[in-house]
T-cell receptor
Framework: AQSVSQHNHHVILSEAASLELGCNYS??????LFWYVQYPGQHLQLLLK??????LVKGIKGFEAEFIKSKFSFNLRKPSVQWSDTAEYFC??????????????FGKGTKLSVIP | GAGVSQSPSNKVTEKGKDVELRCDPI?????LYWYRQSLGQGLEFLIY????????KSGLPSDRFSAERTGGSVSTLTIQRTQQEDSAVYLC?????????????FGPGTRLTVL
């Protein structure tokens, strides 16, 4: 079964610092990759997703992620964080079976606290 | 338009009681998922419905858990004889289908506390 590892449980940054959150997955086949974000008191919402094509994907609010197939990684980045980025971030994997893939396997999440 | 809604938002129950959690997916979405988020854990897949197909129940942790989806829309997750380890946030998500590119839209969750 596939698994997803997020390296950092809690990251604390000052505003304007750069962010990189690590995500590695274990699955040898084709995958669809996602980053979801949960702001305090809000629903999980999609930040960005990768299915195919350019391995550098851009999402909402200035976030981007790079899929490196050889490293089984899909790290999330943002060049300059804001206080409003304080949230919990989840990496998720969806192995593509060709017959229609569905369930997501999530990492345990990384809490990001941005200090004004 | 309306998103995924779940009720109740919070549920406190005593050990051994049965509980029902409800999910209203986005109108027109054929796929519906239930996940569980326990303290310190990621989201754990429980069950998946797609149209009129038989549900994928492979994620249900025990036979105390069951779910149904009536009329291809509303879904109910039932936990019988609740245990303290069932305490978690139960999340429902829906998507237009299951093809590549189908984003899952999540509801606000039901926080279940078993005393």
């Amino acid at each position: 079964a596939q698994s997803v590892s997020q390296h950092n449980h809690h990251v604390i940054l000052s505003e304007a610092a750069s962010l990189e959150l690590g995500c590695n997955y274990s699955y040898g086949g084709t995958v669809n990759l996602f980053w979801y974000v949960q702001y305090p008191g809000q629903h999980l919402q999609l930040l960005l997703k990768y299915f195919s094509g350019d391995p550098l994907v851009k999402g909402i609010k200035g976030f981007e992620a790079e899929f490196i197939k050889s490293k089984f990684s899909f790290n999330l980045r943002k060049p300059s964080v804001q206080w409003s980025d304080t949230a919990e971030y989840f990496c998720a994997v969806n192995p593509y079976s060709g017959a229609g893939s569905y369930q997501l396997t999530f990492g345990k999440g990384t809490k990001l606290s941005v200090i004004p | 338009g309306a998103g995924v809604s779940q009720s109740p938002s919070n549920k406190v129950t005593e050990k051994g009681k049965d509980v029902e959690l409800r999910c209203d997916p986005i109108s027109g979405h054929t796929a519906l998922y239930w996940y569980r988020q326990s303290l310190g854990q990621g989201l754990e897949f429980l069950i998946y419905f797609q149209g009129n197909s038989a549900p994928d129940k492979s994620g249900l942790p025990s036979d105390r858990f069951s779910a149904e989806r009536t009329g291809g829309s509303v879904s109910t997750l039932t936990i019988q004889r609740t245990q303290q380890e069932d305490s978690a946030v139960y999340l429902c998500a829906s998507s237009p289908g299951t093809g590549v590119g189908n984003e899952q839209f999540f509801g606000p969750g039901t926080r279940l506390t078993v005393l």
